[in-house]
C-alpha cells in the first residue's frame, strides 16, 4: 500500500520562527519571493520530519517537491508556487534544490561526527535562505560568505535550542560526536530532565564556536545595499548574538532560551541603532578621499 502525505499540518508558521521571516521591514515587492521560498522549506521540513511515515515514503515525497521544482511534474503545491515566483523573479532553483538535499540527508542521517560535518550540513540546510534572500534583492554575491556564516550561527542556535526534543521526537542529533566522547558523555543525556555538567560544557562549546561564526557575520548588514534588508540583517545579528549568549549562560533543557517579544523589541531598537551607525560610518575609500 503506498503511503501517502496527505495528512502533513504545518508545525508553525513564519510568525513563529525564532528570527524575522519576509517581515513588514522588506519590501512588499520582495515579500512574496521569500515567502514562496519559506513555505517549500516549511513543506520540506515538515516531510523529512513526519512522525508515522518511512524513510522511503518521505524520500519520496521530497523527490516530488524537486521534480516540480524543475518542472518535470506540477504534484507539489509548494514547489510549484516557488517555481512560479522564480519564473517571475527571474531567478534559478539552485538555492531549493540545495536546501532539499540537507532534508534528504535529515531521513537518512541522525548524527554528526564532528563540527566539519556539521558545517558542510550547515552549507545546505542554512546559507541556501541567506543566498535566495540576498539574490531577490539583487544583492552582490560578495555577500554570501558573511551570509553563510550567519545562516550556519542560526542553523546552530536552533539545534542547540532544540537539542532534547529532537533527540526525543526524532532520534536526531546535531551535537558533535567527537564533542559528546570528549566530554565523556552520550546522546542519552539528553533525554534527561536537564543537562549535567558533561553535556552544558558540550553545548557551550559549540555556542562558543557559533560566537566566532557571528563575529564574521558581523559587518553584513553593512555590506547589504538595500536599507531595509540591511536592518532586518541587524535584528538577526543582534537576536542570534543575544540567543549565544543564553545558551552559554543558560540549560536548555531545562530553562528558558527563546525570546518574548518584549526581548526582541529591546534588541529591535539596539538593531536600528546599529545600522544608523554602520551607515553613518564611512568606508575605507571614503576616508581616503576625504584625506586627499
Known amino acids: 500500500m503506498t503511503e501517502v502525505m496527505d495528512d502533513i499540518a504545518p508545525r508553525k508558521g513564519h510568525r513563529e520562527e525564532n528570527f524575522p521571516v519576509a517581515s513588514f521591514v522588506i519590501k512588499p515587492r520582495h515579500r512574496a519571493a521569500i515567502m514562496a521560498f519559506y513555505r517549500f522549506a516549511r513543506t520540506a521540513d515538515d516531510v523529512a520530519d513526519h512522525p508515522s511515515l518511512s524513510a522511503e515514503a518521505r524520500l519520496a515525497q521530497l523527490e516530488r517537491m524537486r521534480a516540480t521544482l524543475n518542472g518535470e511534474t506540477d504534484d507539489d503545491a509548494a514547489s510549484l508556487a516557488l517555481r512560479q515566483a ?40 542554512a546559507a541556501p535562505v541567506g543566498r535566495f534572500v540576498l539574490d531577490v534583492h539583487g544583492e552582490a554575491r ?33 551535537l558533535a560526536e567527537d564533542a559528546m ?25 559549540m555556542a562558543r564556536r557559533t560566537e566566532r561564526l557571528l563575529s564574521q557575520s558581523a559587518g553584513l548588514a553593512g555590506q547589504v545595499r538595500d536599507r531595509r534588508l540591511g536592518y532586518e540583517v541587524a535584528l538577526i545579528q543582534r537576536l542570534a548574538e543575544d540567543l549565544t549568549a543564553r545558551l ?31 551607515r553613518r560610518r564611512p568606508s575605507g575609500e571614503e576616508r581616503e578621499r576625504r584625506a586627499e
Open 142 to 174: 560578495t555577500t554570501w560568505p558573511a551570509s553563510d556564516a550567519l545562516c550556519a550561527a542560526l542553523q546552530v542556535i536552533n539545534h542547540l535550542q532544540d537539542c532534547a526534543k529532537d533527540y526525543c521526537e526524532l532520534d536526531r542529533v546535531y
Open 86 to 125: 522564480l519564473a517571475d523573479r527571474g531567478l534559478d532553483a539552485a538555492h531549493p534544490l540545495d536546501l532539499l538535499a540537507a532534508f534528504r540527508q535529515d531521513v537518512v542521517k541522525s548524527r554528526y561526527a564532528d563540527w566539519a560535518e556539521l558545517m558542510d550540513y550547515c552549507r545546505y540546510s
Open 181 to 205: 566522547a570528549a566530554a565523556n558523555t552520550s546522546v542519552e543525556a539528553l533525554a534527561a530532565p536537564r543537562a549535567s555538567p558533561a553535556l552544558r560544557s558540550v553545548i557551550v562549546a
Open 248 to 278: 552559554i549562560a543558560r540549560d536548555p533543557l531545562s530553562e528558558r532560551v527563546h525570546h518574548r517579544p518584549l526581548e526582541v523589541l529591546g534588541l529591535a531598537i539596539l538593531a536600528g541603532k546599529d545600522q544608523i551607525a554602520g
